[in-house]
Nanobody, 124 residues
């Protein structure tokens, strides 16, 4: 069983940066893939970024490539999403999710464990 807690959201002006954290409990978390999803009001939840259990492979939504970076610190059982060059269209509730699947991170989109989400608001 894995429990996930996101933090780091907030209000930022366009062009600014935020770093989201996903802190996990559960001794097997270091062996799990982790992804960030987001959901804007009135829209479906969408994949943003993912990282393999080893940290060696990552995947990103096209619109965030070059601006967002996902990385993990296994010692702290935490996965981060560094978001630079934020745009108003990045405004959403951001969720982290985790799963023990060994599917390539570019294919894995079904996750068993989810956090509660953190709000990110980007003003223009």
């Amino acid at each position: 069983q894995v429990q996930l807690v996101e933090s780091g959201g907030g209000l930022v002006q366009a062009g600014g940066s935020l770093r989201l954290s996903c802190a996990a409990s559960g001794r097997h978390f270091s062996r799990y893939a982790v992804a960030w999803f987001r959901q804007a009001p009135g829209k479906e939840r969408e994949f943003v970024a993912g990282i393999s259990w080893s940290g060696g492979n990552t995947d990103y939504k096209d619109s965030v490539k070059g601006r967002f970076t996902v990385f993990r610190d296994s010692a702290d059982n935490t996965v981060y999403l560094q978001m630079n060059g934020l745009k108003p269209e990045d405004t959403a509730v951001y969720y982290c999710a985790s799963d023990p699947s060994r599917l390539p991170i570019t294919l894995l989109r079904d996750y068993n464990y989810w956090g509660q989400g953190t709000q990110v608001t980007v003003s223009s």
